[in-house]
């Protein structure tokens, strides 16, 4: 049996991992040459890590399972012919199943790409925001805005974490350097309750980080303009700032438009609870790129999610009458680093937890991080579920 795997990241991954197992001859596309880290980049901003500490190389990767891997960016795909255009061309077919795990794109702000960074995005994005920021620093003093979107034909698209992470640490890396009354830091969003997803009691501690670390907060407006010094709200108020971190909320991958796959309204691959699309032989969706199923209003797209898809559906290729769902599998967890501790976050149907983790819990979030590279390379076992 022949795969093909559109994507390199922690879902494309972690299939081809499962898929090697049995044996199957797998081929992964990737717009870059390595598997990126996205959890453990928050630290790139205050130069705690660097590119190359939250990259792996994807023909390590491939040395140590078995696939095969072209780098090259996927222009279109005839899902009805399996058959993949690729970026320089090349046209990739003759395979028995294909995987989406491409990621999704971001929502469109008028001059989000020229004034904004986001701990994201494109990798190279977080080295930027760690260049901006050192000039501040030698600067003296500055003003700094983070924040997230929103999409509201798709709530589960929303990845705010990051941005409150990225701005706590960066708050800790100004105090260390005694130049934190030198800095302005603002949280901003245009939803009313922003990270109300983790639950009531977790909002109330939010604040209440805010309110110990004197970060002001601009929420409940709708976000219309980016400027290269601030921010523009539908009211005409605008956030100043020299520096904007911002995470936009996502949205289908523009490729899959011309796909003839069924998307959701955001433009989200359509598949059934096992991630097989509707109509299509042996076509699946998993990760960024498929709409998460079921009523939750809580369900976020996570790399924990995606990669629970992954394996399910290496297994539902290889055991089609024993099938497996992600449904029950689909909860909040994380651990929000803030620079000098973490807070251990779920969520779930019947829970909904915040636990703050003095000190340990940064140094639980930098030992995931060495985990998850020695693991995937195979040098370490992996632990159940992780």
Request: proline share 3%.
């Amino acid at each position: 049996m022949k795969v093909l795997i559109l994507g390199g990241g922690f879902a494309g991954i972690e299939s081809a991992i499962f898929l090697r197992k049995s044996d199957v001859d797998v081929t992964i596309v990737s717009d870059r040459d390595f598997f990126y880290i996205y959890p453990t980049s928050i630290w790139i901003p205050t130069g705690e890590c660097t590119l190359n500490d939250v990259s792996i190389s994807l023909n390590d990767l491939a040395r140590a399972h078995g696939f095969d891997v072209v780098v090259d960016g996927v222009s279109s795909l005839d899902a009805e012919a399996k058959k993949v255009t690729l970026q320089s061309g090349k046209v990739i077919e003759g395979y028995d199943a294909i995987i989406i795990a491409m990621g999704h794109h971001k929502v469109q702000i008028d001059g989000m790409k020229e004034h904004t960074l986001s701990i994201c995005g494109a990798p190279e994005e977080a080295l930027e925001i760690h260049k901006r920021l050192d000039a501040l620093v030698q600067k003296g003093g500055g003003k700094l805005a983070f924040g997230f979107g929103g999409n509201p034909k798709d709530k589960s698209s929303v990845r705010g974490g990051p941005a409150f992470e990225v701005m706590f640490n960066v708050h800790n890396y100004l105090k260390k350097r005694k130049l934190r009354d030198k800095f302005e830091l603002t949280f901003f969003a245009p939803m009313q309750k922003p990270g109300e997803k983790m639950g009531e009691k977790a909002l109330v501690m939010m604040d209440k980080m805010l309110d110990m670390t004197n970060i002001d907060k601009k929420i409940g407006k709708k976000i219309t303009k980016f400027e290269s010094d601030g921010v523009i709200f539908e009211d005409g108020e605008k956030l100043q700032s020299d520096l904007i971190m911002f995470i936009s909320a996502g949205k289908g991958h523009n490729v899959l438009e011309s796909s003839s796959l069924p998307l959701s309204e955001a433009g989200y691959v359509v598949t059934d609870e096992y991630n097989r699309v509707e109509g299509f032989d042996d076509i699946y969706a998993i990760g960024d790129s498929a709409m998460l199923l079921g009523e939750k209003d809580w369900k976020a797209k996570q790399g924990h999610v995606a990669e629970v898809m992954a394996r399910n559906v290496a297994h539902n290729i290889l055991n089609p009458d024993d099938k497996l769902s992600y449904i029950d599998h689909l909860n909040i967890l994380c651990v929000m680093d803030i620079g000098n501790g973490a807070a251990f976050v779920y969520r779930s149907d019947t829970s909904a937890k915040m636990i703050p983790l003095p000190i340990v819990g940064h140094w639980m979030k930098k030992g995931w991080g060495w985990y998850c590279r020695n693991s995937k390379l195979g040098r370490i076992p992996r632990l159940p579920g992780l």
